[in-house]
């Protein structure tokens, strides 16, 4: 247990951040309270830099977990993005009592305002995310994902005073109960047909079934999928994408990105999880002729689906949030090709993606936190008309993120994707990288707007009522995320390393670090032809 | 096959004398060398700086004058500490190796300098005359002191970059990079005067026309690596000198490497058929005209056949048409400068004349005489050019020879007349200066030299060197002497100081002209210095070839060749050219004198008679037409290229881009609106599509295995 505990030092000393962030949020000093957002920072960056430092060589050797790196990776791109994601929040919160006590309305009045709970419910999602990397059972793995989730839903209600946030509020909240009581449903059935609810436990189980039946049993293979589909929700994949375009237009553009990242991390992590208890053919010790195929099937399909209604959709959004979240659905379906190519160079890459996605579409959605209209947030693609006349960095932060959301080279998301469609090409899936090239083509239609209107388009009177926000910290966060989004490139090849590292299983971790250097340079090879 | 059983033995004989010379060695003793490839761009750099800083003085001109002067001294320093060919390293540039057919393969070309005897020759007039020409340039372009003149001056110091690159360079990946350098930087500075329509016209001409020679040597580059797997000087010149490497062998892509290099050396050294873009390129300031198109970016391409002379060795043909091609050029452009009257396009074809003995001189296997040719002709032709240039920037861009008269008289322009005047007797190979020497060791080789017609290129390059002295001295008795009278030009400069009177030119023009006039006769010296190498006649020039890749033209090498040597009029080519030539060459001048001196109406008499007789109506007007070259190109090059070009345009406008892309672009919108229904904001219905959905794929994975076979036989793959 103790071992167990150990990795968790992290997750550990941020829950010290939430009771730290909701003793200062209840502090009557607005200078105090206004100081949250930076704590909050402080907290993740000290986090960031203690988690190499716990996931230390001898500590992962005794680890009892599937794949003990994985904590590692993820927990430090967590802290990273999460870093940026709480530089958006500032000034978020309260905008109408800021507003009023600018203009002397009111005074500062303790009581109406709420940012020390929205910051630690964020560190309390982001927690959530950190512990999904190291659930050894299911149980585990299930209060993770609702630790990861549940927060959100309240820090889209209160990310803005308007009924739209409200209802998004309540939508996201139903659909992710119903999507929660699925995946629980089956993880249910997986223990129905195996006895046993810890992850190393069920991929021994599995092996067995496979063995002796020639295949899964019914019961788990239903199980299976309900839990992929249930999980699908977090990832926002099709059939589960329906809330994703009402959700992300009604909160915050700063809660929006939050969403776009946490949840499918969570997501995409503990599917990971999920599927390496059935293995890849690939797998590590892991003899079977890889996905079964009714999993494969629902894999193939899903991500099919997913990417083209994605893309699909957002071909016909004028409102630039709704345009993004239709992009996130189109993103998890080109993330699930990593998940279907399966490990070393799928999981790889979906990691890597996981970083590379939560880069732009954080800095996507920091351009438009940046600005304001009438101390509304802006919303319509008609809002960025012409930017580049005013705001030039803006407008050019924009391009590079929507650049790299369609995966133009030499962006950190043409890396990403680059990494994702070789995994699939290894893997023999030929047709479904075929499609996954068409959907980028038609991408490239709708981010090319959101390239074309702040830097070509001429303004309009719309878009010249647009103004910055009083804060600089959302353009801090585009400028640095743009910036990590042109700069990381030149060091793909170390985060791939490290994100080969992460998703290799059990003890075998530091062995296996040495094969997977051959893997690694096989990878580089393969890119370099 | 004749050519190829007499020369043959001679210069395979001489192959084997030379391998012992010809192995470079690596030395790190001359790394300060760099020094002259890295000043030029140094001073590029600080030009932008200038430019940057909106300096408004003549600082980027001294700047440019300063590094030149350097680079040219360092190439002096080299040349007194030179002991055989040298390879200097600079930095690992391109180094590729990787396994093809189980063969381990490898592209090396780093970034290295080649120095040998003709690097030096070519370095010690390149950077010589830059540095003197941007000297005369600083007063030349002072009306446009300011960004005009930075970015001139950062012009003139990228092209002495590239072309130091292309002449030092130790393998043919650094000379592509000078070649294609020399090559934008000629289109940047013909391109000067860019709200001149006509020189804007003039610069994508030069460019496009390049290109296509360009095309030549880059194929002719891949093919050298293809078959002998370096590009390396000192490799290459090991392999095609070794043992193991027969003449003969190889198949098409070893024959046809010359022809390749041939047509890149065609399109930079401006001789048929990629000729039609040096006169154009006039439209440049004089200065880039005298330094780029006339004294060294021009001879380019005779550096480039001369250092790959061994590889212009490798198919039997492909000498004989070198001259043939430049004997031809030589003649075609001679009787078009003949009926031209602009004086900076008569000296243009003039240069395209001369390149074409030059080339002559290489096709005749005589890289020594063609090296010679460059040499003298460099400094010859760029006093033509500054003169002229002196004359246009007196006479506000007059440059009719008709409208000017008696220049020598004027008050001011003595040492203009009589440079030009010296460099005309140059040109017209007058017995005893440089010129003389060196055309008549290119004409009398045509005649010891054996094999595909050489004699009547001979006689055909004694009538050119006729016609050469007759425009030459046009030139020169229409505007030096004679009345005084003059038209001023329409072209003003900024400071219009001197209304409509000619203004003479200053100490920087005067000086340059008297120290370049200066070598231009010195250049007759070189062929009677005693050369301290054994074997090789022809004074320092030989010499200077001597240790280099292009020894194979050097006379009376092998002991074979004297026995075998041809006689003219019963004498030794040698002597008998002597006579022939410079009494050709006075002849010219004479006709010259009585047509354009003594009695100019004969001139305008003569060919008014040409004119009206029906018979011979043509000639006259086809010689000022320029024998309808640039019309011919364009109809049967420019016209279908320009209709195919529209034709597609209309396709890819019509059946592409309306067609087949819009088209496609419609059925993601047309699908995006079959689902806009469900998305449909209602929470119930997102929980009936989700639970449906999920519903869907439960039952469509457990209920129909069969399906699931199917598709799973369908999408392949392991998973």
Redesign the interface.
């Known amino acids: 247990m103790a071992d167990k505990l150990w990795f968790l030092l992290p997750e550990i000393w941020l829950f010290v951040g939430v009771v730290v962030l909701s003793i200062i949020g209840l502090s009557k000093s607005k200078s105090l309270r206004d100081s949250l957002p930076f704590v909050t920072c402080f907290f993740l960056i000290v986090a960031f830099i203690m988690t190499p430092f716990v996931y230390s060589a001898d500590r992962v050797a005794d680890a009892p977990l599937l794949m003990p790196m994985l904590g590692k990776y993820v927990k430090m791109i967590v802290c990273a993005v999460g870093t940026m994601l709480a530089l958006l929040s500032v000034g978020l919160l309260d905008r109408p009592l800021e507003a009023a006590m600018a203009e002397g309305r009111t005074r500062f009045d303790a009581i109406r305002v709420n940012r020390g709970e929205y910051f630690a419910f964020f560190l309390l999602s982001l927690i959530g995310v950190m512990l999904v990397c190291n659930a050894n059972d299911l149980i585990w793995l299930f209060l993770a994902l609702e630790l990861a989730s549940l927060p959100t839903y309240i820090m889209v209600a209160i990310s803005r005073p308007s009924s739209k946030a409200q209802e998004a509020a ?2 996201y909240f ?2 992710g109960a ?2 929660s009581a ?1 995946f629980l449903y089956g993880f249910a059935l997986l223990y129905g047909s195996t006895g046993t609810i810890v992850i190393t436990e069920l991929r021994d189980a599995f092996t067995d079934q496979t063995l002796s039946e020639g295949g899964l049993s ?1 019961l788990a ?2 199980g299976m ?2 839990s992929i ?2 999980l699908c ?1 977090k990832i926002v994949a ?3 994408h ?2 994703a ?2 959700v992300y237009e009604g909160a915050a553009s700063p809660v929006t990105a939050f969403l776009g990242f946490v949840p499918k991390t969570a997501g995409a992590v503990a599917l990971i999880l999920l599927l390496s208890t059935v293995g ?3 797998h590590h010790g892991f003899n079977v ?3 079964p ?2 999993i ?3 894999l ?3 991500a099919v689906l997913t990417m ?2 994605g ?3 957002a ?2 959004q004028r409102s630039a949030k709704r345009m993004l979240a239709y992009s996130s659905i189109a993103h998890s379906g080109y993330l699930i090709i990593g998940l ?3 490990p070393p160079f799928g999981l790889n890459a979906v990691l890597f993606y996981l970083l590379a996605y939560g880069l732009m579409n954080t800095a996507a959605f920091a351009v438009l936190a940046a600005f304001e209209r009438r101390g509304q947030e802006i919303e319509s693609l008609d809002d960025l008309a012409g930017l580049r006349r005013r705001y030039p960095v803006m407008a050019v932060v924009m391009a590079i993120a929507a650049g790299s959301l369609m995966g133009m080279p030499p962006l950190l998301g043409f890396a990403a994707k680059l990494y994702l469609f070789i995994a699939g090409m290894n ?6 990288i075929v499609i996954a090239a068409l959907n980028s083509a ?1 991408s490239a ?1 709708y981010y090319l707007k959101l390239v074309a209107l702040p830097l070509l388009a001429q303004s309009t009177p719309q878009s010249e009522t647009v103004i910055p926000r009083p804060v600089v910290w959302p353009r801090v966060a585009a400028i640095i995320t743009a910036a990590a989004i042109v700069i990381l490139p030149i060091f793909a090849n170390q985060l791939i390393k490290a994100s080969n590292v992460a998703n290799s299983i059990e003890q075998s971790a530091l062995l296996s670090a040495t094969d997977d250097l051959s893997l690694v340079e096989k990878v580089e090879d393969g890119t370099r032809h | 096959m004749m050519l190829l059983n007499q020369i043959m033995p001679m210069i395979l004989a001489q192959a084997e004398h030379a391998q012992h010379v010809n192995v470079a060695r690596l030395n790190d003793q001359f790394s300060w060398a760099s020094m002259i490839l890295w000043l030029p761009a140094l001073s590029t750099l600080l030009c932008g700086l200038c430019a940057a800083l909106k300096i408004k003085n003549k600082l980027p001109a001294w700047i440019t004058v300063a590094s030149l002067g350097t680079s040219f001294v360092l190439t002096l320093l080299l040349y007194i500490n030179y002991s055989g060919p040298t390879i200097v390293h600079i930095f690992d540039w391109l180094n590729l190796g990787w396994t093809s057919n189980s063969q381990s393969v490898n592209f090396i070309a780093n970034f290295s300098l080649y120095v040998d005897s003709l690097t030096l020759l070519w370095m010690l007039f390149v950077t010589g005359l830059g540095t003197l020409i941007a000297l005369y340039a600083s007063e030349y372009m002072e009306s446009d002191v300011g960004k005009g003149y930075t970015r001139f001056f950062a012009g003139v110091s990228i092209f002495l970059f590239a072309m130091t690159a292309l002449v030092m360079g130790d393998n043919l990946v650094m000379l592509y990079l000078g070649w294609e350098g020399v090559g934008f930087a000629s289109y940047w500075l013909i391109g000067y005067y860019y709200t001149r329509p006509s020189a804007v016209a003039a610069a994508k001409k030069a460019f496009i026309v390049n290109r296509i020679g360009d095309l030549g040597l880059a194929l002719g580059i891949y093919l050298i690596w293809h078959n002998f797997g370096t590009v390396e000087y000192s490799v290459l010149f090991e392999i095609l000198n070794g043992d193991g490497y027969s003449q003969q062998a190889g198949g098409w892509s070893i024959h046809a490497i010359p022809y390749l290099l041939m047509l890149g050396a065609f399109g930079k050294s401006a001789q048929i058929p990629l000729f039609v873009w040096l006169p154009d390129a006039m439209e440049g300031p004089t200065p880039v005209s005298a330094l780029i198109h006339a004294a060294t970016m021009v001879t380019a391409g005779v550096y480039l056949l001369a250092r790959m002379y061994p590889v212009m060795l490798l198919d039997q043909y492909a000498l004989p048409i070198v001259a043939w091609v430049g004997g031809l050029t030589a003649l075609l452009a001679a009787t078009i400068a003949m009926a031209q009257h602009d004086i900076k396009r008569i000296f243009a074809y003039s240069t395209i004349s001369q390149l074409g003995y030059m080339f002559l001189g290489l096709g005749v296997l005589t890289s020594f005489g063609a090296a010679y040719h460059v040499f003298t002709h460099a400094f010859f032709k760029a006093v033509l050019f500054l003169t002229a240039g002196a004359v246009m920037h007196g006479f506000a861009g007059q440059l009719d020879l008709r409208k000017i008269s008696g220049l020598r008289n004027m008050p001011g322009w003595r040492i203009v007349s009589y440079t030009m005047l010296i460099a005309c007797f140059c040109l017209a190979g007058f017995p005893g200066t440089s010129g003389f020497f060196s055309k008549d060791a290119i004409l009398a080789q045509a005649f010891v030299t054996p094999g595909y017609g050489f004699r009547i290129l001979g006689w055909i390059a004694i009538i050119t060197a006729g016609l050469t002295a007759y425009y030459t001295f046009r030139v020169w008795f229409r505007i030096c002497a004679g009345p005084v009278q003059f038209e001023m030009g329409d072209e003003h400069h900024g400071d219009d100081h001197h209304g409509n009177q000619p203004h003479a030119p200053r100490f920087a023009i005067n000086f340059v002209l008297i120290v370049i006039t200066i070598g231009a006769v010195l250049a007759a010296v070189p062929f009677f210095m005693a050369n301290t190498t054994e074997g090789a006649h022809g004074g320092w020039v030989a010499e200077m070839i001597y240790d280099s890749s292009a020894i194979h033209g050097l006379p009376h090498q092998a002991a074979g060749a004297e026995t075998q040597h041809a006689t003219l009029l019963g004498m030794d080519p040698h002597t008998a050219m002597y006579f022939v030539s410079g009494g050709i060459g006075i002849f010219g001048i004479l006709i010259a004198l009585y047509l354009h001196l003594i009695n100019r109406k004969a001139a305008d008499s003569l060919k008014n008679a040409l004119l009206g007789n029906s018979l011979t109506r043509w000639l006259p007007t086809a010689m000022e037409n320029k024998w309808y070259v640039d019309e011919i190109y364009h109809a049967i090059i420019r016209a279908p290229l320009w209709i195919i070009g529209h034709a597609l345009n209309l396709f890819d406008l019509w059946f592409v881009d309306r067609g087949i892309v819009d088209g496609i672009a419609r059925i993601p919108k047309l699908l995006g609106k079959v689902f806009q229904p469900l998305q449909n904001g209602i929470l119930q219905s997102y929980g009936v599509s989700m639970a449906g959905g999920a519903g869907l794929i439960a039952v469509l994975v457990i209920v129909m295995p069969d399906l699931m076979q199917w598709l799973g036989n369908l999408l392949g793959g392991g998973g």
């Not at chain 1, 893997?427 to 479904?432: Q, R, S």
């Open positions: 309540v939508k139903f659909l119903m999507s699925m019914r293979i239903v999928i309900l589909i249930g929700f099709v059939p589960m329906f809330y375009a009402d890849w053919s690939n002729d890889g996905l195929r009714e494969l099937t629902t193939w399909m899903i083209t209604l893309n699909v959709g071909l016909l279907i190519a399966g893997a023999g899936h030929v047709a479904l038609i239609f």
